[in-house]
């Protein structure tokens, strides 16, 4: 299994970029596929997930109305655009999934792919 996100990159407070995370030997309708993302001094946070299992995407408050998880099966790859990005969303940003069952915690994630650092500065 492999998950490897990519589109990261330093963008002005009020900007916007796509992440995406290519799957191989992971399905997107696998029960839970979703972003994370870990701020320096700080602990790995669900950003959004989509739960195949219970047909259910949940956002964290502090995101909601500004990024947008979606996925495209063909290409077996899940994205999230975030716009309206602020200072406090910079943070090294993964994507991880779970085969078995949904979740949306850190530690019920299963697979974790390497990280794409988001860096929001003026």
């Known amino acids: 299994v492999q998950l490897q996100a990519s589109g990261g990159g330093s963008v002005q407070p009020g900007g916007s970029l796509r992440l995406s995370c290519a799957l191989s030997?992971?399905?997107?309708?696998?029960?839970?596929i979703g972003w994370y993302r870990q701020a320096p001094g700080k602990e790995r946070e669900g950003v959004s997930v989509?739960?195949?299992?219970?047909?259910?995407?949940t956002y964290a408050d502090s995101v909601k109305g500004r990024f947008t998880i979606s996925r495209d099966n063909a290409k077996n790859t899940l994205y999230l655009q975030m716009n309206s990005l602020k200072p406090e969303n910079t943070a090294v940003y993964y994507c991880?999934?779970?085969?078995?069952?949904?979740?949306?915690?850190?530690?019920?994630?299963?697979?974790w792919g390497k990280g794409t650092q988001v860096t929001v500065s003026s």
């Open positions: 989509i739960n195949n299992g219970d047909i259910r995407t």
């Open positions: 030997g992971f399905n997107l309708d696998y029960y839970a």
């Open positions: 991880a999934g779970r085969g078995d069952r949904s979740t949306w915690s850190v530690i019920g994630m299963e697979y």
